[in-house]
């Protein structure tokens, strides 16, 4: 039975996951409750990494290393930067970028890591299973995108910094974890996807939409998760 590990940043957006999950226990690992169980005909091992890159990617080596995982999805919300996503939309990354990570003093394109590149592509395998099940969704509910998404430590609440990040990556989706999740994976050779439902879109008081999305955005994660999984 193939395992999967899933990863989401916040208690709101591990939830929605866990209530699709059967034959739950959990353990712990240092500061990390890692809940285990099953989705349909897969082993799944769930985690909340906490907000950040760093949380993102030491979580992610840490599930790597203890729970032999065969792939990794990460889940989770996103401020919108593509004009055509609305608030509970859905955007599938074919690809990811630090949009903060610069070394551009040296001749490298902003968002280039050594050893890495600048974007990170996701498992075409996964896209592709992730795609069959966006079909299965009633599309009046909401649009589902494959795309580009930008990460970075900030929560971006400006327009203008939205519209740089969108401008200078081609940016669907602005996040704070996924790419730092995609390295390490890429670095230890595991094949991962990375999904997020949108929250908000930056005007400046986007917290505010945040919040009151958030649980809507998590949900449209697990809907197509539970789907994808069933087949």
Known sequence: MKKFGIIAAMQEEMQEIQKIMDNVKETKIYDLNFIIGEISNYKVVLVEAGVGKVNAARTTQILIDNFE?????????AAASNEKLNIGDIVIANKLVQHDFDI???G?????????????ESDKELVINIEKAIK?????????????????????TEINMKDKIKSKFNADAIEMEGAAIAQVCKLDNIPFIVIRGISDSPNGNNKVTFEEYLEQASQRCAELIEIFMKN
Do not use: E, M, R, W
């Open 69 to 77: 995982v065969d792939a990794i999805i990460n889940v989770g919300s």
């Open 104 to 106: 551009t003093a040296f």
């Open 108 to 120: 490298h394109p902003k968002g280039y890591i050594s050893n890495v590149g600048q974007y990170l």
């Open 136 to 156: 299965k969704i009633d599309n009046n509910k909401f649009k589902t995108i494959i795309g580009t998404i930008a990460s970075g430590d900030i929560f971006c």
